[in-house]
């Protein structure tokens, strides 16, 4: 982890609420898609974690979907504002353990980090298949941008007004076959991942954070392999080792 000023070169709204901010500074500690960056915002105590959605020549870009008031301030900011930031938070996604045919399931405001990791993996030979989950056709994002390296890029809507109707789970049997699983997303849909998927995957968890890197145990979560800290020993955490605080 180190501590970074980052200069914002663009902040623009790419679907209703969702904005795509790139970032120019020093970004070398940022090793591995699934990482996290974690922004001091002024007038506010805590700092908000947001995914690498992708690292290109020290242009570190982040999708935020505005649900607050940090997120709203975030959404005011202008080209040339610099942001103080922690970066290469997080664990990150393992890509070693893919296979030949990875799936990608995204939902929401989980999307973002996946498409560095699709770009990871296709820079890797493997062939990629993304399914990307949203609520209604205007909030769909990065579409085109999936497609440009993805295999197959499958979308699915709550209401059906793009793609298929319906939740990520739904769109399983039209992915077909696939060799691993990386998923990440709000808990319900990564439970829901969880309890349909037929091979082994890797799951990132957005949980409320405190410091971002392991001091307050503020994201502390029971494994099957003990207690972890989701931004520290997470965000991502594998399926196997998942313990849901109710059953799935
Ligand atoms: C590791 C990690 C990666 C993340 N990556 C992204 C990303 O790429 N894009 C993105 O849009 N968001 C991401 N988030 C969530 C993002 O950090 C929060 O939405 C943001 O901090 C909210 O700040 P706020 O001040 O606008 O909202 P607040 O005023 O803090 O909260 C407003 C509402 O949002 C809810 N909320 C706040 N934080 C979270 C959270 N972590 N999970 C679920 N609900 C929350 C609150 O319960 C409340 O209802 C990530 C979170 C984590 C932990
Ligand atoms: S947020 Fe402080 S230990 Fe995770």
Redesign the pocket.
């Known amino acids: 982890m180190t501590q970074s000023d980052l200069t914002i070169l663009s902040n623009r709204e790419i679907a209703t609420s969702?904005y795509e901010m790139k970032l120019g500074g020093n970004t070398i500690s940022i090793a591995r898609p699934g990482q996290?960056i974690d922004l001091k915002?002024d007038g506010?105590f805590?700092r908000?974690?947001?995914?690498?959605?992708d690292l290109e020549n020290d242009v570190l870009t982040?999708?935020?979907?505005?649900?607050?008031?940090?997120?709203?301030?975030?959404s005011s900011l202008t080209a040339g504002s610099v942001l103080d930031a922690l970066i290469g938070?997080?664990n990150g996604y393992e890509t070693s353990t893919s296979g030949a045919s990875p799936l990608l399931i995204g939902g929401?405001?989980?999307?973002?980090?996946l498409f560095m990791l699709a770009k990871a993996l296709v820079s890797q030979g493997k062939s990629v298949t993304a399914v990307l989950g949203f609520n209604t056709a205007e909030d769909v994002f990065y579409k085109g941008e999936f497609e440009g390296i993805c295999s197959r890029v499958i979308i699915t809507t709550a209401d059906g007004s793009c793609g298929i109707r319906g939740l990520v789970t739904d769109a399983l049997t039209e992915a077909g076959d696939y060799s691993y699983v990386y998923t990440?997303g709000?808990e319900q849909m990564l439970k829901a991942v969880w309890s349909k998927i037929n091979t082994s995957g890797q799951f990132?968890?957005?949980?409320?954070?405190g410091c971002?890197f392991g001091a307050c145990m503020g994201?502390s979560c029971e494994t099957l392999c003990g207690a972890k800290r989701?931004?520290s020993d997470?965000?991502v955490l594998y399926k196997e080792e998942i313990k849901w605080p109710t059953p799935a």
């Open positions: 969702v996290f915002l506010f805590l908000r974690p947001f995914s690498v959605c982040i999708i935020y979907k505005v649900v607050g008031r940090g997120t709203e301030h975030m938070l997080g929401g405001a989980g999307v973002p980090p990440c709000p990132s968890f957005e949980e409320r954070m971002g994201c989701i931004c997470g965000p």
